[in-house]
């Protein structure tokens, strides 16, 4: 018996997973960062093989950027060059974390001078999307302090108000900012945004085109991320994603790898929640980094998870859940719940996915495509592309 029924089938047609061009690039930890023959050298070659990860399993239609380390001179070409590959240009990253300038604060420092800088840099982040055509202005901010005393945790945070303010004023009328908060690191003391209420309380101040980035990996252990997407749903203050899984930090592993009870959860959280679908204002975006496994068969597994738990998250019986929650029956609506996340809903996608001219099995279809032997025999010389370059 089909577990997917066809109103399922066709909400699922128009799920779109945005790549980020880094996960392409080598990646690593601060003791190692591995290589692999065929890593991408320039931003060119990494949308090439997010490219692959869409054409086998058509969920990944754009991809995202992270300036400086995708900065080009003609970025009107750079949007050609996606298109011809079938892709397009997705949110653009800032990056204020890695200048020295910034080893104190970026929108938040006391010095004028340097929080201009920090502001220059999202303008010319914004005119990145406006050349590109992009809907999102993504800001993580590294700012925050080692040690109690170090910053006026109140000063750091009008001046941080201030400096989104001048931002949030550049961007167009179709165009959003979205804040992500994480609750430790580089910083230990304290960090600048570290959780989803100052993210909103921070958004809700510039007015109704800022809203929050939710980073699964962002959060402390045991922290139940899905009710924080029930909130900011009802708040309506969800703007993205950042999809990735973790064991202990912020791990970037494959999303769905180390929990994938977490991620039917959160999911089942976006579709109550109206956030998911047409019309509904929030993106999916994976932030990953493959530090062991290759880097595409690493996107793949990661859409391919998104896709399987949104199934399941779309197929659990809400009017029998409703049913049992009103009863107060508790063994009735968990048991509601785990037999949707129980259901394997693989054999369906596969043959669904046959059905539209995909590969039944897309990790099997790329590993024998010759596609990573392809690369490794071409790319050869030049600087391979890593975190922060
Ligand atoms: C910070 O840890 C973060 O999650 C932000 O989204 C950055 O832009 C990204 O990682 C860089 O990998
Ligand atoms: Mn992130």
Same mark, same amino acid.
């Given at each position: 018996?089909?577990?997917?029924?066809?109103?399922?089938?066709?909400?699922?047609?128009?799920?779109?997973?945005?790549?980020?061009?880094?996960?392409?690039?080598?990646?690593?930890?601060?003791?190692?960062?591995?290589?692999?023959?065929?890593?991408?050298?320039?931003?060119?070659?990494?949308?090439?093989?997010?490219?692959?990860?869409?054409?086998?399993?058509?969920?990944?239609? +754009?991809?995202?950027?992270?300036?400086?380390?995708?900065?080009?001179?003609?970025?009107?070409?750079?949007?050609?060059?996606?298109?011809?590959?079938?892709?397009?240009?997705?949110?653009?990253?800032?990056?204020?974390?890695?200048?020295?300038?910034?080893?104190?604060?970026?929108?938040?420092?006391?010095?004028?001078?340097?929080?201009?800088?920090?502001?220059?840099?999202?303008?010319? =982040?914004?005119?990145?999307?406006?050349?590109?055509?992009?809907?999102?202005?993504?800001?993580?901010?590294?700012?925050?302090?080692?040690?109690?005393?170090?910053?006026?945790?109140?000063?750091?945070?009008? +001046?941080?108000?201030?400096?989104?303010?001048?931002?949030?004023?550049?961007?167009?009328?179709?165009? +959003?900012?979205?804040?992500?908060?994480?609750?430790?690191?580089?910083?230990?003391?304290?960090?600048?945004?570290?959780?989803?209420?100052?993210?909103?309380?921070?958004?809700?101040?510039?007015?109704? %085109?800022?809203?929050?980035?939710?980073?699964?990996?962002?959060?402390?252990?045991?922290?139940?991320?899905? /009710?924080?997407?029930?909130?900011?749903?009802?708040?309506?203050?969800?703007?993205?994603?950042?999809?990735?899984?973790?064991?202990?930090?912020?791990?970037?592993?494959?999303?769905?790898?180390?929990?994938?009870?977490?991620?039917?959860?959160?999911?089942?959280?976006?579709?109550?929640?109206?956030?998911?679908?047409?019309?509904?204002?929030?993106?999916?975006?994976?932030?990953? =980094?493959?530090?062991?496994?290759?880097?595409?068969?690493?996107?793949? %597994?990661?859409?391919?998870?998104?896709?399987?738990?949104?199934?399941?998250?779309?197929?659990?019986?809400?009017?029998?859940?409703?049913?049992?929650?009103?009863?107060?029956?508790?063994?009735?609506?968990?048991?509601?719940?785990?037999?949707? /996340?129980?259901?394997?809903? %693989?054999?369906?996608?596969?043959?669904?996915?046959?059905? +539209?001219?995909?590969?039944?099995?897309?990790?099997?279809?790329?590993?024998?495509?010759?596609?990573?032997?392809?690369?490794?025999?071409?790319?050869?010389?030049?600087?391979?592309?890593?975190?922060?370059?």
């Amino acid at each position: 018996m089909s577990t997917l029924s066809s109103t399922v089938l066709s909400q699922l047609e128009s799920q779109a997973i945005e790549l980020p061009s880094w996960a392409f690039g080598n990646s690593g930890t601060r003791f190692k960062v591995f290589t692999t023959p065929g890593t991408p050298r320039t931003i060119q070659e990494k949308l090439a093989d997010a490219a692959q990860v869409n054409k086998l399993t058509g969920l990944a239609p +754009r991809v995202a950027l992270h300036i400086p380390w995708d900065k080009v001179d003609d970025y009107a070409a750079l949007k050609k060059t996606a298109a011809d590959l079938g892709v397009s240009l997705g949110t653009v990253n800032s990056n204020t974390f890695q200048d020295d300038v910034y080893k104190f604060g970026s929108l938040t420092h006391i010095d004028a001078g340097i929080r201009q800088k920090a502001i220059d840099h999202h303008f010319e =982040c914004i005119d990145v999307m406006n050349a590109v055509g992009s809907q999102d202005l993504k800001i993580w901010l590294a700012d925050g302090t080692n040690y109690p005393g170090q910053g006026d945790l109140r000063g750091r945070q009008d +001046r941080l108000q201030d400096s989104l303010e001048k931002i949030y004023a550049r961007i167009g009328e179709e165009q +959003r900012l979205v804040l992500e908060y994480k609750f430790f690191e580089p910083a230990f003391y304290h960090t600048d945004v570290p959780d989803w209420g100052s993210s909103y309380a921070q958004v809700s101040a510039l007015g109704d %085109r800022a809203m929050v980035c939710l980073d699964t990996g962002h959060h402390a252990p045991g922290t139940n991320i899905e /009710f924080i997407v029930m909130q900011l749903l009802r708040l309506e203050k969800l703007g993205s994603f950042d999809f990735n899984s973790r064991f202990y930090a912020d791990d970037d592993l494959i999303v769905g790898a180390a929990d994938p009870f977490q991620l039917f959860r959160i999911l089942f959280e976006v579709v109550r929640g109206g956030g998911y679908g047409p019309g509904s204002p929030v993106a999916f975006m994976l932030d990953q =980094c493959h530090n062991v496994e290759d880097k595409i068969p690493g996107q793949l %597994r990661s859409v391919l998870n998104v896709q399987e738990m949104t199934a399941r998250a779309l197929i659990v019986d809400r009017d029998a859940l409703d049913a049992a929650q009103n009863a107060e029956d508790v063994m009735l609506a968990n048991g509601i719940l785990m037999d949707a /996340f129980y259901t394997d809903v %693989r054999p369906d996608l596969a043959a669904w996915r046959e059905s +539209r001219g995909l590969p039944a099995d897309p990790m099997k279809a790329y590993a024998s495509s010759g596609y990573q032997t392809q690369i490794a025999e071409d790319r050869v010389g030049g600087t391979q592309s890593s975190w922060g370059a």
